[in-house]
């Protein structure tokens, strides 16, 4: 009988088989309860253990959500907004220490402290990739050195935190062999980090993103032979000695700032040095050395004279971007006909002048043309568009002196989702055939000579967003089709010569958020379907001829409201002067793309004198909460009683009822109004406050005599009511009087203040800066997030120390920003805003009290503080 299991070598190598199994599922099952118990310690040191509530004992670590796994263990978590809100020592000491991790993500994960390991923690040597942006570390930039551990990390981000220089950076350098090093906005300024970051060697590194500090000194680049792209915009970067030579540095551009490679130079594919202070010419070096770049940004500086010719050979530029600088003479197209690949050309905010040249249009490539605020003349070249392959989105001519109609032939950029011609001297009328523009999103065509009516073809445009027309000389009415584009959002038509009722059909838009008609000559009744706008924050209909009664419904969407979709726009507000021919409580301006200082244009076909103006980017920041913030119906012939339903939008800053014949009472649930800056219902029939009701009578016998005697009282007391009423206004305008005649001796010009956010989100972020100051300055939808608060002048100067240096924390376009410790130790920000006006204006600004209204006269006598956000 053989043997039931044989020996030999069959036998042997099946033991051996079975051993090497056992023995891979023995390291493979210890691995991950190594791993499971690192992960589930970090969740143990969480604040918040409802977060990652799958991560429980007894369970595959491979099945945690964020975990990956490959071979024996976890090799990747991906933890990115995910509110962990716990120190990087947490990390270090679990995630870091997962022992086959290639990959850690905890972007904008709540994490805070200092880049640094306890004893005994270790760091993967597997890893390769950590990402900690938009976190809230801190601590010096050296401390980045802790990472060393990591030997075979090769991308790392840790940009959007609050790093700072500690000024010995330079001593060991970062010690890091990385490809892929950002560190873009954070609060590094010492002329050595750089030095400090490229101290170890900088053999591999591929991509060096500094954006967003304010660094200064130089750059030496010069021994990175990968470094494919450099970001170093928004920094102190400036020009150097020019007498260097060129063939080391960029000369007369940024010497001694950025050094590169006097043979073999650096093949960048993108290049970014926009918003430092490089002043003077555009080097040669730069244009013989850009044949490989598929970027370059050179806007935001202080750069002059005309583009050289020599970028010509920069053939690869698919986007080419010198926008805000001083460069002048005609538009060099042949330097762009040689860019075949170019998609982007971006060059406004400069002072090219003369006309535009018909071979534009051979640019086929092209997606976006912003040639806005230059001085460019002439008339807008009919062959702009007629190449039939042309890729156009964007055209933007805005802010320049075209003159002529506008042609027809731009209906041939049937790409187009972008069109912005403001701020020239077209005229004209409006060409139908920009109703076959099926993808535009955006039409702005305010402040030029058009007539004619709106074309019914534009209703043909579901895609369209938003239509500005201010400031032309449109007539006829709105084009009821109109509510065929669902997706407008933002209406402007002031200032033009339109009649006719406003459609009812307008209240089919769901988006719509602005809807800006004054100054026109529209009759009939305010429609109540304004009411359906499920988004209406801003309406704006003064000087006009509607009448009837105020629609209770208009009011029915407050608290339901979300606009987030119109975030991003830039605006101005232009607060009226209150002068005698100008209405209404000011203008909302889109304002993208044109220089402020030019505002004055406006004044032309107005007849207001602006002289507080306030920009920034609208940012609403309710979701589903929100009310309108501005009403403004004055100058009309509206009849009846003010809607008690007025008070249950919240957030409204300003309502102007003013100049129409309404009456009756003012209903009390104005009160509710806890964020109104501006209050005005001056010039109207009768309006009173109501008095205290007649108490009933408990008995029933003698009601008849008692009712007489109450309706006797109650005309008595409204006689007395009225009477002291009436004393109390002359009074409190004799008080204004007084006090702005002392208030003249003591200040020049009145002082404005609003509260600003200091935060960082990656982007630009200025929150519909109409903030509360003396008048509607501003809108903001954060700014309602804490009651109104009173200050004089005095109270200003203390908390400032007198507007003394030592408060300053920063300037911008607007003027002045000071740190302030209120008396109740409040922290917040006090900007003292430049008034863009001219010198005459300037002059002649007074303080004055506005009309009879005594409602109106006590907002000139405070300065109201609103709070966006506490701290800084």
């Given at each position: 009988?053989r043997?039931?299991?044989a020996?030999?070598?069959?036998?042997?190598h099946?033991?051996?088989?079975?051993?090497?199994?056992?023995?891979?599922?023995?390291?493979?099952s210890?691995?991950?309860?190594?791993?499971?118990?690192?992960?589930?310690?970090?969740?143990?040191?969480?604040?918040?253990?409802?977060?990652?509530?799958?991560?429980?004992?007894?369970?595959?670590?491979?099945?945690?959500?964020?975990?990956?796994?490959?071979?024996?263990?976890?090799?990747?978590?991906?933890?990115?907004?995910?509110?962990?809100?716990?120190?990087?020592?947490?990390?270090?000491?679990?995630?870091?220490?997962?022992?086959n991790?290639?990959?850690?993500?905890?972007?904008?994960?709540?994490?805070?402290?200092?880049?640094?390991?306890r004893?005994?923690?270790?760091?993967s040597?597997?890893?390769?990739?950590l990402?900690?942006?938009?976190n809230?570390?801190?601590?010096?930039?050296?401390?980045?050195?802790?990472?060393?551990?990591?030997?075979?990390?090769?991308?790392?981000?840790?940009?959007?935190?609050?790093?700072?220089?500690?000024?010995?950076?330079?001593?060991?350098?970062?010690?890091?062999?990385?490809?892929?090093?950002?560190?873009?906005?954070?609060?590094?300024?010492?002329?050595?980090?750089?030095?400090?970051?490229?101290?170890?060697?900088?053999?591999?590194?591929?991509?060096?993103?500094?954006?967003?500090?304010?660094?200064?000194?130089?750059?030496?680049?010069?021994?990175?032979?990968?470094?494919?792209?450099?970001?170093?915009?928004?920094?102190?970067?400036?020009?150097?000695?020019?007498?260097?030579?060129?063939?080391?540095?960029?000369?007369?551009?940024?010497?001694?700032?950025?050094?590169?490679?006097?043979?073999?130079?650096?093949?960048?594919?993108?290049?970014?040095?926009?918003?430092?202070?490089?002043?003077?010419?555009?080097?040669?070096?730069?244009?013989?050395?850009?044949?490989?770049?598929?970027?370059?940004?050179?806007?935001?500086?202080?750069?002059?004279?005309?583009?050289p010719t020599?970028?010509?050979?920069?053939?690869?530029?698919?986007?080419?971007?010198?926008?805000?600088?001083?460069?002048?003479?005609?538009?060099?197209?042949?330097?762009?006909?040689?860019?075949n690949?170019?998609?982007?050309?971006?060059?406004?905010?400069?002072?090219?002048?003369?006309p535009?040249?018909?071979?534009?249009?051979?640019?086929?490539?092209?997606?976006?043309?912003?040639?806005?605020?230059?001085?460019?003349?002439?008339?807008?070249?009919?062959?702009?568009?007629?190449?039939?392959?042309?890729?156009?989105?964007?055209?933007?001519?805005?802010?320049?002196?075209?003159?002529?109609?506008?042609?027809?032939?731009?209906?041939?950029?049937?790409q187009?989702?972008?069109?912005?011609?403001?701020?020239?001297?077209?005229?004209?009328t409006?060409?139908?055939?920009?109703?076959?523009?099926?993808?535009?999103?955006?039409?702005?065509?305010?402040?030029?000579?058009?007539?004619?009516?709106?074309?019914?073809?534009?209703?043909?445009?579901?895609?369209?967003?938003?239509?500005?027309?201010?400031f032309?000389?449109?007539?006829?009415?709105?084009?009821?089709?109109?509510?065929?584009?669902?997706k407008?959002?933002?209406?402007?038509?002031?200032?033009?010569?339109?009649?006719?009722?406003?459609?009812?059909?307008?209240?089919?838009?769901?988006?719509?958020?602005?809807?800006?008609?004054?100054?026109?000559?529209?009759?009939?009744?305010?429609?109540?379907?304004?009411?359906?706008?499920?988004?209406?924050?801003?309406?704006d209909?003064?000087?006009?001829?509607?009448?009837?009664?105020?629609?209770?419904?208009?009011?029915k969407?407050?608290?339901?409201?979300?606009?987030?979709f119109?975030a991003?726009?830039?605006?101005?507000?232009?607060?009226?002067?209150?002068?005698?021919?100008?209405?209404?409580?000011?203008?909302?301006?889109?304002?993208?793309?044109?220089?402020?200082?030019?505002?004055?244009?406006?004044?032309?076909?107005?007849?207001?004198?602006?002289?507080?103006v306030?920009?920034?980017?609208?940012?609403?920041?309710?979701?589903?909460?929100?009310?309108?913030?501005?009403?403004?119906?004055?100058?009309?012939?509206?009849?009846?009683?003010?809607?008690?339903?007025?008070?249950?939008?919240?957030?409204?800053?300003?309502?102007?009822?003013?100049?129409?014949?309404?009456?009756?009472?003012?209903?009390?649930?104005?009160?509710?109004?806890?964020?109104?800056?501006?209050?005005?219902?001056?010039?109207?029939?009768?309006?009173?406050?109501?008095?205290?009701?007649?108490?009933?009578?408990?008995?029933?016998?003698?009601?008849?005599?008692?009712?007489?005697?109450?309706?006797q009282?109650?005309?008595a007391?409204?006689?007395?009511?009225?009477?002291?009423?009436?004393?109390?206004?002359?009074?409190?305008?004799?008080?204004?009087?007084?006090?702005?005649?002392?208030?003249?001796?003591?200040?020049e010009?009145?002082?404005?203040?609003?509260?600003?956010?200091?935060?960082?989100?990656?982007?630009?972020n200025?929150?519909?800066?109409?903030t509360?100051?003396?008048?509607?300055?501003?809108?903001?939808?954060?700014?309602?997030?804490?009651?109104?608060?009173?200050?004089?002048?005095a109270?200003?100067?203390?908390?400032?120390?007198?507007?003394?240096?030592?408060?300053?924390?920063?300037?911008?376009?607007?003027?002045?920003?000071?740190?302030?410790?209120?008396?109740?130790?409040?922290?917040?920000?006090?900007?003292?805003?430049?008034?863009?006006?001219?010198?005459?204006?300037?002059?002649?600004?007074?303080?004055?009290?506005?009309?009879?209204?005594?409602?109106?006269?006590?907002?000139?006598?405070?300065?109201?503080?609103?709070?966006?956000?506490?701290g800084?």
């Amino acid at each position: 009988m053989r043997p039931l299991f044989a020996s030999g070598p069959f036998f042997s190598h099946l033991i051996l088989i079975s051993l090497i199994s056992f023995e891979a599922a023995f390291v493979a099952s210890s691995s991950n309860n190594r791993d499971s118990q690192l992960l589930l310690g970090f969740k143990a040191s969480l604040p918040d253990q409802s977060v990652l509530q799958n991560w429980v004992p007894n369970q595959d670590p491979c099945s945690f959500s964020g975990v990956t796994c490959q071979g024996s263990g976890v090799s990747s978590v991906e933890l990115g907004y995910t509110l962990l809100n716990t120190d990087f020592h947490s990390v270090a000491a679990f995630l870091l220490a997962l022992k086959n991790l290639e990959y850690l993500s905890l972007m904008k994960a709540g994490i805070t402290g200092n880049i640094s390991f306890r004893s005994g923690s270790k760091c993967s040597s597997l890893l390769t990739t950590l990402d900690l942006s938009q976190n809230t570390l801190s601590g010096p930039v050296s401390t980045v050195s802790a990472l060393a551990s990591c030997s075979n990390l090769k991308f790392l981000n840790l940009s959007t935190n609050s790093l700072v220089s500690s000024g010995g950076e330079e001593s060991r350098g970062l010690q890091l062999s990385l490809e892929v090093l950002d560190l873009s906005f954070n609060k590094l300024s010492a002329v050595n980090v750089v030095p400090w970051i490229l101290h170890g060697g900088c053999n591999e590194l591929k991509h060096l993103a500094l954006k967003g500090n304010e660094i200064a000194g130089e750059i030496d680049v010069s021994n990175c032979r990968k470094l494919k792209i450099l970001d170093v915009s928004w920094n102190n970067f400036s020009m150097g000695n020019p007498s260097l030579e060129a063939a080391q540095l960029w000369n007369s551009l940024i010497s001694p700032a950025i050094s590169f490679p006097s043979t073999s130079p650096l093949q960048f594919l993108l290049l970014y040095l926009a918003d430092n202070k490089f002043q003077g010419q555009v080097p040669l070096y730069l244009t013989e050395a850009c044949s490989t770049l598929v970027e370059l940004v050179l806007s935001s500086n202080n750069l002059s004279g005309m583009l050289p010719t020599g970028f010509a050979s920069c053939s690869s530029l698919k986007s080419f971007d010198v926008s805000t600088n001083n460069f002048t003479g005609r538009l060099p197209i042949e330097i762009f006909q040689n860019m075949n690949s170019l998609k982007k050309l971006g060059l406004a905010f400069n002072y090219f002048s003369g006309p535009l040249p018909e071979s534009l249009s051979s640019l086929f490539n092209l997606e976006a043309l912003d040639l806005s605020s230059n001085r460019f003349s002439g008339s807008i070249p009919i062959s702009l568009c007629e190449n039939p392959t042309n890729r156009l989105q964007v055209l933007y001519l805005h802010n320049n002196i075209l003159i002529g109609s506008i042609p027809a032939s731009l209906s041939n950029c049937s790409q187009l989702v972008s069109l912005h011609l403001s701020f020239n001297y077209l005229t004209g009328t409006i060409p139908t055939s920009l109703g076959a523009l099926s993808k535009l999103k955006d039409l702005r065509l305010w402040l030029n000579q058009l007539h004619g009516e709106i074309p019914r073809e534009l209703s043909y445009i579901q895609t369209l967003e938003t239509l500005i027309l201010d400031f032309n000389e449109l007539s006829g009415a709105i084009p009821s089709g109109l509510s065929n584009c669902t997706k407008l959002n933002w209406i402007s038509l002031s200032n033009n010569r339109f009649t006719g009722e406003i459609p009812a059909s307008l209240g089919k838009l769901s988006s719509h958020a602005i809807l800006k008609l004054s100054n026109n000559s529209f009759y009939g009744r305010i429609p109540p379907e304004l009411g359906d706008c499920q988004s209406l924050i801003w309406l704006d209909l003064n000087t006009n001829y509607l009448n009837g009664t105020i629609p209770p419904v208009l009011f029915k969407h407050s608290g339901k409201i979300a606009v987030n979709f119109i975030a991003g726009k830039r605006y101005m507000y232009a607060k009226n002067d209150g002068s005698k021919e100008c209405h209404g409580s000011g203008n909302l301006l889109e304002f993208s793309g044109i220089r402020q200082e030019q505002l004055g244009r406006i004044s032309s076909q107005n007849p207001c004198n602006f002289t507080r103006v306030y920009g920034g980017h609208t940012q609403p920041t309710f979701n589903d909460n929100g009310s309108m913030i501005f009403l403004d119906l004055s100058y009309n012939l509206l009849l009846g009683a003010i809607p008690k339903e007025i008070g249950t939008m919240p957030y409204l800053f300003i309502l102007n009822l003013g100049h129409n014949n309404i009456s009756g009472t003012i209903p009390q649930e104005i009160g509710n109004l806890k964020g109104l800056g501006i209050l005005d219902l001056s010039y109207n029939r009768s309006l009173w406050f109501p008095s205290p009701p007649c108490e009933n009578s408990a008995a029933a016998s003698g009601s008849e005599h008692r009712k007489s005697h109450c309706r006797q009282a109650s005309l008595a007391g409204s006689v007395a009511m009225g009477l002291l009423f009436s004393l109390f206004c002359i009074f409190g305008v004799i008080i204004v009087i007084v006090e702005t005649k002392k208030r003249r001796k003591k200040q020049e010009s009145s002082l404005d203040v609003y509260m600003d956010s200091c935060s960082h989100s990656g982007a630009t972020n200025t929150s519909w800066k109409l903030t509360g100051a003396r008048e509607a300055l501003s809108i903001n939808l954060a700014t309602f997030e804490k009651p109104l608060r009173k200050f004089t002048f005095a109270d200003l100067l203390e908390a400032t120390n007198g507007f003394h240096d030592d408060s300053l924390i920063g300037s911008g376009g607007f003027g002045d920003v000071y740190k302030a410790q209120l008396k109740d130790g409040s922290v917040v920000a006090i900007k003292k805003l430049i008034h863009i006006v001219d010198k005459v204006t300037e002059k002649r600004r007074r303080w004055k009290p506005l009309g009879r209204s005594s409602t109106r006269t006590s907002f000139h006598s405070w300065v109201t503080v609103r709070w966006v956000r506490n701290g800084f």
